[in-house]
Structure formats: structure tokens, C-alpha cells
């Protein structure tokens, strides 16, 4: 008989990690010691040839830290403003919390315990199917990281905003040319007690078996 595990519990971890932005607490450092085993935990993520060209940058320097958050604010501040004018225009109601939440994360964000930024070595050119691998042998173990600090009462938020400014980025932390971020999410220690599965479309609805269903 395989292992087994205990579902409930893998479930959970599984159906409510979500997008924390309100709950950090921007008072408690995280220790290095805490990220750098939720690092480790990412590496058993799969990766294309099995070659692991991932490099962390964690980000827990106060001016480092704004140096991210600046260009984070300095992309999010259009992106935000065309997002409302689209939910008006289609008369939606129900973005107002996500709108708020990543107003609040956009300000605090220099403030946030560490800035985790995942990069891999190369750059994703070629085919569809190189691309798709460049990126596929890395955000597996993104998701990865973010459990782990989950199941360890950390919050996390996978964001991108900041790589519309990724040279600025590359300059501020001396990283290589040749090396792409695919991503930011903050971390810091939970302040609520519990979390949610969010809504999502039916497996059914989504799911097509032996081809493609109009
Ligand atoms: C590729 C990608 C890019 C994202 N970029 C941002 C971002 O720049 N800022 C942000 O606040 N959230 C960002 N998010 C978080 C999403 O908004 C979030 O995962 C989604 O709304 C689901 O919310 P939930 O985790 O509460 O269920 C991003 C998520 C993904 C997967």
C-alpha cells in the first residue's frame, strides 16, 4: 500500500492559499531561516530536464525594499486606474475589495518584511514550446514556496507588476542580463486566523474529455 496522506489537511493548504494583501504583519521580521526552508521545499518543484536554473533574490534591506515598491507603485498606479475605469464602464461592483486590497498592498509595500523575487538563468525565447518550458521549469516552484509559507502562517501574493520596470529592477539589485524575475510576492506573517477556498468556475465547466467541446 502508497503512502498516504491526510487529505483534509492537504486540501485545505491546497483550496486556501490565496492573495494575502490587508493581513501582513509589517511589524514582525520573518527570518531568513523560516523563507530559506520554504526555498527549500520549492526546490522539489519538477522543472524541465530536471535542470533547476532558479536563483531567489530575497529583498528584507529597507531601501532595497523601496527601491521594488517604487517601481511595484510606479507600474500599478496605470494598470489600477485602466482596471476601475473598466469596472465602471461595465457596471461591476464586486472588484471593489480586490481594488482595495491591492490599493493597501501597493502602499504598505516597502514595509512588508521581505520581497521574494524568483529568477531563472536565461531568458524565455524560441519556440512555443521553449517558452512555455522556460517559464514551466520555474512557477511550479513559485506555487510551491507560496504553500510552504502558507502551512507556516506566512502571507504571500504572487505579483508582476514591478517587471514592467525589470531592467530598473535588475540594475537596483545587481542582477545579471542574462537572468530573468518572473515574479515578486512580499512575505510576512498572517494577521487573521483564517482563510477561505475563493469562488471558482466548476471543474465540470472547465473540463473537456477526449477533445476540445463548443
Ligand atoms: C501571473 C499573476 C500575476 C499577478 N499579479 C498581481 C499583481 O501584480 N498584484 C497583485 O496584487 N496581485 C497579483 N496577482 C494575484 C491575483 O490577483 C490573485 O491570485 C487572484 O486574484 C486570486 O485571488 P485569491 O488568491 O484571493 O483567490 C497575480 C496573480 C498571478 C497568477
Redesign the pocket.
Known amino acids: 500500500m502508497g503512502e498516504s496522506f491526510d487529505l483534509e489537511q492537504t486540501d485545505r493548504l491546497l483550496t486556501t ?3 494575502v ?1 490587508k493581513r501582513l504583519d509589517l511589524t514582525t521580521p520573518v527570518p531568513r531561516d523560516l523563507i530559506l526552508d520554504c526555498i527549500r521545499i520549492a526546490t522539489q518543484a519538477p522543472a524541465g530536464g530536471n535542470v533547476q536554473r532558479w536563483r531567489w533574490i530575497v529583498v528584507d534591506d529597507p531601501a532595497l525594499k523601496l527601491g521594488v515598491a517604487e517601481l ?1 507603485r510606479k507600474s ?1 498606479a496605470p494598470y489600477m486606474a485602466a482596471q476601475r475605469e473598466a469596472a465602471e464602464r461595465m457596471g461591476k461592483t464586486d472588484t471593489q475589495a ?1 481594488m482595495g ?2 490599493d493597501h ?1 501597493a502602499d504598505v509595500l516597502d514595509q512588508v518584511p521581505a520581497l521574494v523575487i524568483p529568477c531563472s538563468l536565461g531568458a524565455p525565447v524560441g519556440s512555443q514550446g521553449t517558452v512555455s518550458a522556460f517559464y514551466g521549469s520555474i512557477l511550479p516552484a513559485v506555487w510551491s514556496f507560496m504553500l510552504a509559507a502558507r502551512s507556516r502562517r506566512l502571507g504571500t ?5 514591478h517587471l514592467e520596470y525589470e531592467a530598473e529592477a535588475r540594475q537596483l539589485l545587481g542582477i545579471p542580463e542574462t537572468v530573468t524575475q518572473v ?1 515578486m510576492t512580499p512575505v510576512a506573517y498572517y494577521t487573521g486566523d483564517s482563510f477561505k477556498p ?1 469562488t471558482r468556475r466548476a471543474a465540470e465547466e472547465i473540463t473537456y474529455f477526449n477533445g476540445w467541446k463548443p
Open positions: 492559499t490565496r492573495a494583501r511595484y500599478y480586490i486590497s491591492s498592498l501574493a504572487w505579483t508582476t507588476l515574479a475563493g
